[in-house]
């Protein structure tokens, strides 16, 4: 059907958005939210006359902080002198008619409650991508339990140059298949990424030191470089990790949920706040979404597969075996790639090859070394 059923107005309000942004292929997202290039235009057309047109129940317009009452800054005001370690979202629930989170935080800017960090930006600025979609940083948060005796495994997808979160997730697990079900989804609205980030555990890796699962190779089929994080250093992933400390802050500390579904909606709420109306400190209180742009590398409709040159030593690697045949010897290749076709190409080093999948090198021979037979024989 044309709209999901959770949160139907969010999405509409994110096609607007999106669509309304510099450079963006209205077309192509018109098929990425499964609707008509009609039913595109005419959300936009109902947009330009006001945004109340795209909603099924009247809501408050978003106001300017610029334009408060004098009322409402003194309220501001004056429950931030009183609990001076209180922040923006804190006092909003104090006030009897509470703006968005987003004004009551500019007021506090404005009024010299609050001040950017000493020197500028964080340091972490220095890893940030320059533009969106070259990497997403992926993990699951960790679970939460819901009313009674369930659990929610949020998943969340973050881009790294603008902080805009793709994908946020109420999963009932973390398995491979969960993750690529998800992501199906996130490609199909905002197109592939050139890579995603991820951390050494599962489902990213196998738990016992491998790194390459069957999601990772799906992922390559499609693309996507996998790349992984140190191992114990979690900071590398640090505006995923961020990222979950806002989630918790804003959402999981008010809110109990009662089952998944009613978690995925409270999630589709706040991701529209995050990334359209919430002001994020290292990006200098702009908006996520003001430095976005959905991917112009579509999802296909069917799963490529590695391509190789027809000059290539190609070998297919057997279904129950980890091992591919080179030179009379038997040389092992990570299990997630059981039934795949890799190649192996010389490196600089005279006896030395690297086992490819399409770009990606996966292992590597060393023919001055032990096969991985004790005796060189297929094991």
Request: hydrophobic share 35%.
């Amino acid at each position: 059907m044309p709209w999901r059923a959770v949160s139907v107005m969010d999405q509409r309000r994110e096609f607007v958005r999106l669509a309304m942004l510099e450079g963006v292929n209205r077309r192509e997202l018109c098929k990425r939210f499964g609707i008509s290039a009609d039913t595109g235009y005419r959300w936009l057309a109902r947009h330009v006359a006001g945004d109340t047109a795209l909603a099924d129940r009247s809501r408050r317009p978003h106001s300017s902080p610029r334009h408060c009452t004098p009322d409402l800054e003194a309220q501001v005001v004056a429950v931030r002198d009183a609990h001076p370690a209180w922040g923006a979202r804190k006092i909003a629930r104090c006030l009897d008619d509470p703006p968005a989170i987003s004004t009551v935080h500019e007021i506090l800017r404005r009024q010299g409650r609050i001040q950017a960090p000493i020197g500028g930006a964080p340091a972490t600025q220095r890893f940030e991508k320059e533009a969106p979609n070259l990497l997403w940083q992926m993990d699951f948060k960790g679970w939460v339990r819901l009313a009674g005796e369930a659990r929610c495994h949020p998943l969340t997808i973050v881009d790294d140059h603008s902080r805009f979160a793709v994908c946020l997730a109420a999963c009932a697990n973390e398995q491979g298949s969960t993750v690529q079900s998800q992501l199906e989804i996130t490609f199909r609205r905002y197109g592939l990424p050139d890579a995603v980030f991820v951390d050494n555990g599962g489902p990213w890796g196998d738990g016992g030191g491998a790194r390459w699962t069957r999601l990772g190779v799906w992922l390559l089929k499609l693309g996507v470089d996998v790349v992984h994080s140190r191992p114990y250093h979690p900071e590398s992933r640090g505006k995923n990790e961020r990222f979950h400390r806002t989630l918790n802050e804003e959402v999981f500390r008010f809110e109990l949920f009662r089952d998944l579904r009613q978690a995925q909606r409270g999630f589709d709420r706040w991701r529209v706040v995050y990334n359209f109306e919430r002001p994020h400190e290292a990006l200098d209180f702009a908006v996520p979404a003001s430095r976005y742009r959905p991917s112009s590398h579509s999802m296909p409709t069917r799963l490529p597969q590695a391509d190789y040159d027809e000059h290539e030593i190609v070998r297919l690697v057997p279904k129950t075996k980890d091992y591919v045949s080179f030179k009379g010897r038997y040389w092992k290749v990570p299990q997630a790639f059981r039934g795949e076709r890799v190649a192996i190409r010389p490196r600089n080093c005279d006896g030395h090859y690297g086992i490819f999948f399409g770009a990606r090198e996966i292992a590597t021979i060393n023919l001055w070394e032990p096969a991985t037979g004790e005796t060189g024989d297929r094991p």
